[in-house]
């Protein structure tokens, strides 16, 4: 990798200003795109984020770790290099960093999205030479239908389950995917319980508020009756069959996940009854979109079929190569746990 920014056996390393971005080894100071756990540790000295990505980390890794809030587009300096974050797309708080040292421009994207979704700020493009980009879904079979039509098939599905005297349960990344389903789901008029850990983080996300009417949280005391009109939202590790259906009666379980889209992916769980392609990624277009508006001429791969998909941009006029990082992907796993 070039000067700006290298690969280190802690994380991505900006040698002049002496910080990480995204690491996974503890490190003094790290910028976090987000925070979902591959890419917010533990164990750094300073967290430096977004005002929604501090607060949802002192949700996840406590209320004592030290942290600095920067908005959108502001800019600040270690060592004389230029950073500022800007909107990924991917979930509440998302950012791709930018960092510039003599007149040179690197971005990460972090993880990101291109349809604007109700609860993330969306994606913007930023221009530069270099480029680390995740490629979750990296390869040309990944494209996804509009998230509305996929809403739409989700209530004529519950609709369904009720007609049958069925609970509905969706699962979905509790940062991120829920947030979207449950701002999506409310505004087609269907009320929504959620499951007390997204509750929990629902309340660090203010740009959920104009949709908290239609959501409830469920807890030991409430009947089992009122569930069956409401979609029921859970994180992948409280979706397992048996604990739910002792709780709420039968159930249909929805997943709804990029990875729906390969066919036979369902079918690996008896878990899962129905699966809704709707991921918090980038599809193979728009990880295209992003890379040819960036301008980047060196693009580096990581989070995904980083090889592959380095060696594509190689044959089609890039300068490419994969990049060993320690990300995975929440959605790479059915059963995957926070
Ligand atoms: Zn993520
Ligand atoms: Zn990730």
Same mark, same amino acid.
């Given at each position: 990798m070039g000067a700006l920014l290298e690969l280190t056996s802690k994380g991505i390393y900006c040698p002049p200003a002496d910080l990480y971005l995204d690491p996974w080894r503890p490190v003094e100071r790290a910028v976090i795109t987000h925070a979902h756990s591959d890419h917010a540790r533990w164990g750094m000295k300073q967290y430096i984020a977004t005002p929604i990505t501090v607060d949802l980390m002192h949700k996840r890794l406590g209320k004592n770790i030290q942290t600095q809030r920067i908005s959108y587009k502001e800019t600040f300096f270690h060592n004389g290099v230029q950073f500022s974050l800007h909107p990924a797309g991917h979930v509440p708080g998302s950012a791709q960093i930018r960092v510039e040292y003599k007149g040179e421009v690197w971005v990460f994207t972090g993880d990101f999205k291109i349809e604007p979704d109700a609860v993330s700020d969306p994606f913007e493009s930023v221009p530069c030479h270099s480029m680390i980009t995740e490629c979750t879904f990296g390869l040309p079979i990944y494209r996804w239908p509009k998230s509305s039509t996929i809403l739409h098939s989700i209530a004529q599905w519950h609709e369904q389950n009720k007609a049958q005297n069925l609970t509905t349960v969706l699962v979905g990344y509790s940062l991120g995917k829920a947030q979207r389903l449950l701002a999506g789901l409310s505004a087609l008029?269907?009320?929504?319980?959620?499951?007390?850990?997204?509750?929990? %983080?629902?309340?660090?996300?203010?740009?959920?508020?104009?949709?908290?009417?239609?959501? !409830?949280?469920?807890?030991?005391? &409430?009947? #089992?009756?009122?569930?069956?009109?409401?979609?029921?939202?859970?994180?992948?590790?409280?979706?397992?069959?048996?604990?739910?259906?002792?709780? %709420?009666?039968?159930?249909?379980?929805?997943?709804?996940?990029?990875?729906?889209?390969? !066919?036979?992916?369902?079918?690996? &769980?008896? #878990?899962?009854?129905?699966?809704?392609v709707l991921s918090d990624h980038a599809d193979w277009n728009g990880l295209l979109q992003a890379i040819k508006q960036s301008g980047a001429q060196n693009i580096y791969t990581t989070h995904?079929?980083?090889?592959?998909?380095?060696?594509?941009?190689?044959?089609?006029?890039?300068?490419?190569?994969?990049?060993?990082?320690?990300?995975i992907s929440a959605e790479t796993d059915v059963m995957v746990d926070e």
């Open positions: 008029g269907i009320p929504l319980r959620v499951h007390s850990t997204i509750a929990d %983080l629902n309340e660090s996300i203010p740009t959920l508020r104009p949709y908290t009417s239609f959501i !409830r949280e469920w807890t030991k005391d &409430t009947p #089992n009756e009122v569930f069956k009109n409401d979609i029921l939202i859970v994180p992948p590790a409280a979706a397992d069959r048996t604990t739910l259906e002792k709780r %709420l009666g039968p159930v249909k379980i929805g997943y709804c996940s990029g990875w729906m889209q390969l !066919r036979g992916y369902k079918n690996r &769980t008896t #878990n899962i009854d129905k699966g809704f995904g079929y980083s090889s592959t998909f380095a060696q594509w941009l190689s044959e089609n006029g890039w300068k490419a190569q994969p990049l060993q990082t320690e990300f």
